[in-house]
């Protein structure tokens, strides 16, 4: 039986390690050669959570019943929830090999805070409020971290700050005390499958895009911060090469990214359109921008809200379904289909389409659980970004709501696979998120469920 390692980066842009930097990756170049590589579709929307949970449950965000961070707790209008470990109803591959007797070591991956019990050893994610919370299993694992890497990071605290140089320095932090646990418990726990995900690239490129990307709107040349991206995957590969050299060489690699990054040209106030559009009406104007849960809106003349966010989650008040629904059933997809047309003619302060894309959740999942959004919307396909508060002059912002940010996501990721037993491929097409859990298990034998979506990559 093999080892499996996949060493996940979120955001890793396939951009830069295929094109821009990759000779200057030696290990992931060297990775490229000996086995097959290429551009991993996500899931909609592509972001962090969903996204990894997909990935190792092979299923999508639609029978997930999540469709981002926060998710509708009811039908109400402001009530809403966080998708933690909690929500994760189904399977992760991790589940699945623990059920069959392997041993496994999970590591920093979306979703698992709080910690559940698996077949070996697992620390959770981001989303863990401090290490004070209860953040391994088993619970006595937290000690011996605390001996060999005391300084371990969950996140680092802030990603959207102007202190650049101390931000720079957290995620560079966060990132060697992630790779030195990691190596830690490969070379002192029995394991055959190993997954780790760093979030260092992601908030790298929120925090850094503008000053790296000539074709941002923002980019000055020679600033002092030009090649930070570059260092950082310099070091990044650095980590990965150092790493690998533990594992063994009979163990099965993937690098994985679960989206993509690329430059965030603005934000549109997702509200405010909708206010001057006639879909949202307000008893009075605030005195100045508010969440959309402090204004004073008039729902029962109210046809359709948004929320922020790299993409816009948009719901109807639907009669019979919210509180003060002013949709009639019979006009529901008439006025849907009608948003649509609207939110996809959107152009930007220069009067130019900007090529929004809005999709209905159920024709592009295979069922709906949970509340899912009415319409998922990519606002200039993701190069926009959602602006949910009310109030602003302006349907367009080149300020970001929630702190500086300069990249939105983008729909493909970074697939890297390299089986010591098996040729070379070079590069590979067609592949999507779901397909890594379903090859993670079929790698260890073992039949693959019926409810997984993706293929098996062979």
Known sequence: ???????????????????QYREEMPNLKRLM??????????????????????????????????????????????????????????????DILSRAGKK???LGVPQTYPPSEVNG???????????????????????????????????????????????????????????????????????DFFMMVEMGPDRLHHAFWKFCDPQHPKYEKGNKFENVIRKYYQY??????????????????????????????????????????GYLTLLERPAGVVPLHKAKVDWSRTVAWGEGGYYTRLFMNVKGREPQGAVPVADYERVRNELVVRLEAMVDPHGKNIGTIAFKPEEIYR??????????????????????????????????DTGPDDANHAQHGVFIMVDPHKPARGQVEGLHITDIGATAVSLFGLPVPDDMEGKVIV
């Open 236 to 277: 990044l590969d650095r980590q990965i090469g150092d790493l690998l050299a533990t594992l063994g060489q009979d163990t099965v690699v993937m690098i994985v990214s679960d989206h993509g990054a690329q430059k965030m040209d603005g934000g549109i106030c997702i509200n405010e359109w909708l206010l001057r559009e």
């Open 121 to 191: 050893q697992m620390v959770t994610c981001f989303l863990t409020p401090s290490k004070q919370n209860q953040y391994t299993w088993p619970p006595e694992l937290r000690d011996e971290i605390d001996a060999v890497a005391p300084d371990y990071m969950i996140d680092v605290e802030e990603f959207r700050t102007e202190d650049k140089l101390a931000l720079l320095e957290s995620i560079y932090a966060m990132t060697r005390h992630r790779f030195v646990l990691a190596k830690h418990l490969t070379a002192t726990k029995p394991w």
């Open 104 to 106: 496994v070591i999970v």
């Open 367 to 400: 069922q709906t659980n949970g509340i899912p959004p009415d319409l998922i919307v990519y606002l200039g396909n993701l190069a926009w970004r959602s602006v949910g508060g009310i109030g602003h002059e302006s349907v367009h912002t080149f300020e970001n």
């Open 33 to 94: 050669e000996r086995g097959m590589w290429g551009r991993l579709e996500s899931t909609i929307p592509p972001i962090t959570v969903p996204a990894w949970t997909a990935m190792m449950s092979s299923k999508n965000p639609g029978t997930l019943g999540f469709y981002g961070f926060r998710n509708r707790a009811d039908y109400t209008y402001d009530r809403m929830t966080i998708a933690n470990s909690s929500a994760v109803k189904d399977d992760r591959a991790w």
């Open 1 to 19: 039986m093999p080892k499996l390692a996949i060493i996940g980066l979120d955001c890793l842009a396939p951009q830069l390690v295929f094109e």
